[in-house]
């Protein structure tokens, strides 16, 4: 692990610390055996003065992070339906798209360009899990099993030319190598093409105290104001701008390398203007709030039996910063096959299949994936008639 001392992105060597959390785990590294060992690692949080970016003070490899993944993105229906807003929200902004090819970075298992596939565009994706990447090519998605940076965007464009649109959702603000990727982007980007992010909005995330969202994999927390720096940096300017319904609370940026932009950017930079959401108190402010929280959901938590859902690197994060484990939480349920039968580092809290958790007849359930609440409170009373009551933590602590 190392711990910078300059900005990420723009290299002012001036940052100021805005919150200590302590030391964690890597929040997806799940554990076989109780037994195994764990390391944790320190993590904390800058914010920038000449760009405003927030960011993790702690940089772990991403060969360590990213290589062998266990979080897949079509586990969701919610996300699965987005999907396919997805792609109308694209056909619609850009012309000819059956002439080029759409590219996704970290394209995981596929699901977001299946939608494309179905619909005969060209599609290509990149993604540095090896077992991600091959459960994508099962299902029919090319995929480079490769980290993206500058040399892939050389090799992909050698292979296939320049895209028509590049799609990032979620990876921009998880990657240490961030110059080398944008570099990689705008060479491998067309002329007229477009650029799709998608990223946890920093606004959100600090107005409503998205202490979840804070763990290694996540080095960035982007607002208009430092994203566009990013962009404008490797001349690319957002456009136009609209709010995603995944991961309770992110924005989606089109993007390319023409200045013309929608009222809407012009909105969004007043509403942080007015928000003070760049400046170094709302900051610390923020700070201070993560901090109160923890004591705040420990005097809620109910001590009858409890079970959580959602073993999702935020759901751990959660569970780890309010220091639960078995004594508290009896087990966590994830859909995700990949996870079920692992046990969460630190708190050594065992992953389990829905089906399992409510043999457990639980008094509550922790929503640690509380930004699919709804998804999951339908899913648990009707396939499996839970009773109970559930404990949401986002964006208040509330028991319904």
Not at 166 to 174: D, E, K, L, T, Y
Request: glycine share 4%; hydrophobic share 40%.
């Amino acid at each position: 692990m190392n711990s910078i001392n300059k900005c990420r992105i723009c290299g002012c060597p001036n940052i100021k610390n805005i919150l200590e959390m302590g030391k964690f785990p890597l929040a997806n590294a799940l554990i076989k055996d109780k037994e195994d060992p764990v390391e944790v690692y320190n993590q904390s949080l800058s914010w920038c003065p000449e760009c405003n970016l927030v960011q993790l003070n702690e940089t772990i490899p991403a060969e360590k992070l990213f290589s062998h993944y266990v979080w897949l993105t079509g586990t969701s229906a919610s996300t699965l339906d987005y999907a396919n807003i997805f792609l109308r929200n694209i056909e619609r902004r850009i012309n000819y798209l059956h002439k080029g090819y759409i590219l996704e970075i970290a394209s995981n298992d596929g699901s977001f360009l299946i939608p494309f596939y179905k619909n005969s565009y060209t599609v290509l994706g990149v993604e540095p899990a090896t077992n991600i990447a091959k459960l994508a090519e099962k299902r029919g998605i090319p995929t480079i099993n490769k980290f993206f940076d500058e040399d892939t965007a050389k090799f992909i464009v050698e292979r296939q030319g320049k895209a028509r649109v590049i799609i990032a959702r979620n990876v921009i603000p998880h990657v240490e190598n961030i110059h080398s990727v944008m570099k990689g982007i705008s060479s491998c980007l067309e002329d007229d093409g477009l650029l799709v992010i998608e990223f946890h909005y920093a606004k959100i995330f600090n107005e409503n105290l998205h202490l979840d969202a804070i763990y290694h994999e996540h080095l960035h927390y982007f607002t208009i104001k430092s994203i566009e720096y990013l962009l404008n940096k490797y001349g690319l300017y957002a456009n136009d701008i609209e709010e995603s319904p995944i991961s309770g609370g992110s924005l989606v940026i089109y993007a390319n390398k023409r200045k013309m932009e929608s009222p809407k950017i012009k909105k969004y930079r007043d509403t942080e203007i007015r928000s003070n959401v760049n400046l170094y108190e709302s900051w610390v402010d923020f700070g201070n709030r993560v901090l109160q929280f923890k004591e705040n959901f420990l005097k809620i938590l109910p001590k009858e039996k409890i079970c959580a859902y959602g073993a999702s690197a935020r759901g751990l994060t959660l569970i780890n910063f309010c220091s639960l484990n078995k004594d508290n939480i009896i087990c966590i349920a994830d859909r995700n096959p990949l996870k079920q039968d692992r046990i969460a580092p630190v708190s050594k809290i065992p992953i389990v299949s829905p089906e399992i958790m409510t043999r457990n007849n639980p008094n509550y359930i922790l929503i640690t994936a509380w930004n699919f609440a709804d998804e999951i409170i339908k899913y648990l009373r009707k396939d499996f008639n839970y009773k109970g009551k559930f404990i949401i933590p986002f964006p208040e602590i509330k028991v319904i």
